[in-house]
């Protein structure tokens, strides 16, 4: 018992992190633009962390320099893609590179150096302690839940994600929606970043996303553009990495390099799992997603 | 029609490339007036109308709202002056549910909660039910006909209350009946003081409710004729620039042998009801068979079980003796069916690709096209030069994406790649819809052509007059079930509306 809620913590605390960049990344998703930047987006996030905090030592200065961070970069993204009509595809991995360049430089002068205690925790009793990253991931989850599915906001993103033409005719701006879900949702993906860094290993490390950001990506679909599929999968996948990490320190003979695989290849399982059931079903992915939209072509 | 006019165009101008779709156009609606606008496909009318909506914005002129200018640079600013306007090519979101589709862009209340929705759909269902164009509100779009669809976008632009109403070929997929509910409206709309202006091609329906006619012929404005003082013979012949040369005529003829056998064959649908009920159905060679019914009874599936895209539950369907065991799209095109479907920028042509590629893509194969997989281009092209010269599609060059070509040069394409095959079977849905009369002619005299080679037409249409003129028998399709058969020399009219309506 003692162990499971070991593992269960431990997994909470490795997807916590890749909930908020999968949540970003379906926001900006559900409006029809694809963001590839996730990795430097979450470099990025956890440098500027690092660098703020041991600066200031004050979490909130540190939590806004994080979200002006992503902010801009999302800014460049929705520019680059929505008002130059740019590749999206190409921006986002321009993005995952200028982002990891850019936090490797930047952090040369405090790699090594630990945060501890940045973050509180509370106490829930039996739950054990839960820190304030998780609480608000959880209520992310809650308030994009309602956002999407039971506001005339959640409806018009969806117009604009699924037919930004007919959005576009209905009076919805979908320019504006577009900049604001990349905007928001980049925000959300330097957050993870940031998350990672402060409570799931509070010490920079050149990289250490270590792929991170492409999971994430991969999680947006496994969760079916859904808050709530998204915190489920990314528990699920912060278990199973706990799990290979775990299995590793109990001096299980399976190589170490497999265990490390797990996750992966666990992933790729469930995926094609929940293909396979799925397939005859009609996708839920935004039907506009990669396509810029110019009012006057016809389409 | 006393006043200052609700609205007016000033020598609009819009370019499109090299293109000038609208060349100086001037244009005044009264206060209280059906206006309807004619021409040619490709004459530019979408184009006039999309720039009172705001989504397009001109090249110069201006716009002018009860004597002042109006600056109308987005679909907002057009809403904003109460304008509203009903596509063409639908602007529905496939996902959203029809009421959701309704509602769209209305930004209160913020909080939806499912009984908010459901109350909204039972309105929207009443008001649907109240102008004559019912569907179901609480369904996705995707699912419904296109009838159906239709009508949900009239009904979209007639629940915001616009004053201006703009109507771009609202009729071409409704029932003549429907057609008539909605005139009822307009007129309805009209006593109370709406402006509305609306295109078609149906010439008898301009006759009916129009108050006053503008005819347009490759972007420029001809002239404006009061209804009362001109004919269908006259607005034709200034459409086309010429008087209308008749089409050819039916000649009586024998049918053939069998040549498909459709034995109590039921489908179920994608809503899981059964959108065919054990329906039994012979096809002779040189016979064209027309399926009349309204949107949504079963024809779709009928077409796509044909064409190899449906999977059916049970029955047998044997064409040219050979019994079929499931569906296959390669089988269905090897066997000689060629298939023009209802939704012809959807599942029938690329609008991103050229004639070229869109002609090729049912026979790139074959050992004419492609010599051990690499297509012969040059011989192609050649090909293709030949039959868009053949079939009469005016499209700028043989690499302009067919997306920009007019909807009747579009299905001309269509026609072309499907029937230089000499298909054994061709089945056509909704043949000449939104076609002007010219390109209905070219279309009509095409399956006559096929039925005077001793090929095979299954017409499937909700137009009446297309259904009579060429059809040799007619079937009706109510709920998925044959209702009735008529032959042409027996068909009558009354007889058949009652039989789509589900009356014996
Ligand atoms: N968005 C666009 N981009 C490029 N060309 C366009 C565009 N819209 C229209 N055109 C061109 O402008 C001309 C007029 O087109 P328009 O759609 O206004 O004709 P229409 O009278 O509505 O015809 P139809 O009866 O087929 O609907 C055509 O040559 C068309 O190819
Ligand atoms: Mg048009």
Redesign the interface.
């Known amino acids: 018992m003692e162990l499971f809620t070991q593992l269960l913590t431990a997994a909470v605390a490795s997807g916590t992190p890749l909930l908020f960049v999968t949540l970003g990344g379906i926001f900006i998703e559900k409006a029809g633009i694809i963001q590839l930047g996730a990795e430097g987006l979450m470099l990025m996030g956890a440098v500027t962390a690092a660098g703020v905090y041991l600066a200031t030592s004050s979490l909130p200065v540190t939590l806004l320099a994080v979200l002006l961070v992503g902010g801009l970069l999302g800014l460049l993204h929705a520019f680059l893609t929505v008002t130059l009509r740019a590749n999206q595809i190409v921006s986002g991995l321009a993005l995952t590179l200028f982002g990891g360049g850019l936090s490797a430089y930047l952090g040369k002068a405090i790699t090594g150096i630990p945060l501890s205690g940045a973050v509180p925790k509370f106490d829930f009793g039996v739950l054990g302690q839960v820190d304030l990253f998780t609480l608000s991931s959880l209520a992310l989850v809650v308030v994009l839940q309602i956002a999407f599915f039971?506001?005339?906001?959640g409806?018009?993103l969806?117009?604009v994600g699924?037919?930004p033409?007919?959005?576009?005719?209905?009076?919805?701006?979908v320019q504006g929606m577009r900049y604001f879900a990349v905007i928001a949702g980049s925000m959300l993906m330097g957050l993870g970043g940031a998350n990672l860094l402060m409570v799931f290993s509070p010490t920079w490390i050149e990289g250490m996303t270590t792929g991170r950001g492409w999971i994430a990506i991969a999680l947006v679909i496994f969760a079916r553009w859904n808050p709530l599929g998204a915190l489920a999968a990314c528990w699920f996948f912060g278990f199973l990495d706990t799990l290979g990490f775990r299995l590793q320190l109990a001096g299980s003979t399976v190589p170490p390099y497999f265990l490390k695989m797990l996750p992966y290849l666990l992933t790729i399982a469930v995926l094609i799992l929940v293909g396979w059931r799925t397939q005859h079903r009609?996708s839920r992915a935004p039907?506009a997603l990669g396509i810029p939209y110019i009012?006057?072509q016809?389409? | 029609m006393d006043g200052l006019p609700a609205v007016e165009f000033h020598n609009l101008v819009k370019q499109f490339g090299t293109v000038l779709a609208s060349d100086h156009v001037n244009l005044s609606l009264a206060k209280g007036e059906i206006h309807a606008l004619l021409g040619e496909n490709g004459a530019g009318k979408s184009t006039v109308m999309c720039m009172l909506s705001g989504v397009y914005r001109p090249t110069s002129g201006e716009i002018r709202m009860n004597g002042t200018a109006v600056k109308i640079h987005s679909p907002k600013d057009a809403a904003k002056l109460g304008i509203g306007m009903v596509f063409q090519n639908f602007r529905l979101v496939q996902t959203l549910t029809a009421a959701e589709n309704v509602v769209l862009g209305d930004s209160s209340p913020f909080w939806r909660t499912r009984r908010w929705m459901e109350r909204k759909t039972r309105e929207i269902e009443a008001l649907a039910l109240r102008v004559g164009l019912p569907f179901a509100a609480g369904r996705p779009v995707a699912r419904l006909s296109v009838g159906e669809q239709q009508r949900v976008e009239i009904v979209k632009c007639l629940y915001r209350g616009n004053s201006v109403l703009i109507l771009d070929e609202p009729t071409s997929v409704l029932t003549p009946a429907e057609a008539d509910q909605l005139f009822a409206t307009l007129r309805k709309l009209k006593s109370e003081g709406k402006t509305i202006i609306l295109t078609t091609h149906k010439l008898k329906e301009v006759m009916a409710v129009a108050d006053r006619i503008s005819v347009m012929r490759k972007g420029q404005m001809l002239a404006t004729l009061d209804r009362a003082q001109t004919s269908e013979r006259e607005i034709a012949r200034l459409m086309v620039g010429q008087d209308r040369s008749p089409p050819k005529t039916r000649v009586p003829r024998e049918p053939g042998e069998p040549l498909l056998i459709m034995d109590k064959v039921t489908v179920v649908s994608d809503r899981g009801r059964h959108a065919l009920d054990e329906v039994s159905l012979t096809l002779n060679t040189g016979e064209i068979v027309g399926i009349a019914g309204v949107a949504g009874n079963g024809q779709k599936e009928l077409a796509e079980v044909l064409a190899g895209l449906h999977v059916w539950k049970s029955g047998t369907i044997t064409f040219r003796e050979f019994r079929w065991k499931g569906p296959s799209v390669r089988g269905s095109i090897k066997q000689g069916i060629a298939h023009v479907p209802e939704d012809r920028m959807i599942s029938g042509l690329a609008g991103g690709l050229g004639s070229v590629d869109n002609l090729l893509v049912k026979s790139y194969h074959s050992d004419e096209r492609a010599n051990l997989g690499f297509l012969r281009t040059a011989l192609n092209r050649l090909w293709s030069q030949g039959l868009v010269e053949q079939f009469d599609v005016r499209t700028a060059h043989l690499d302009a994406p067919v997306k920009q070509m007019s909807g009747g040069n579009q299905q001309k394409l269509l026609f072309a790649r499907e029937i230089h095959q000499r298909p054994h079977l061709l089945i056509a849905v909704h043949p000449s819809q939104g076609l002007d009369v010219g390109a209905t002619d070219a279309v009509h005299n095409l399956l006559l052509g096929l039925r005077a080679e001793g090929r095979s037409v299954l017409l499937i249409s909700e137009d009446l007059d297309e259904l009579l003129l060429l059809a040799d028998r007619i079937v009706v399709l109510f709920a998925g079930r044959v209702m009735g058969e008529m032959t042409h020399e027996r068909a009558d009219r009354e007889q058949l509306g009652m039989m789509m309506a589900g009356v014996t």
């Open positions: 039971h506001t005339s906001f409806l018009h969806k117009a699924d037919n033409a007919t959005a576009d005719v209905m009076g919805i701006r009609m039907q009012r006057e016809r389409f």
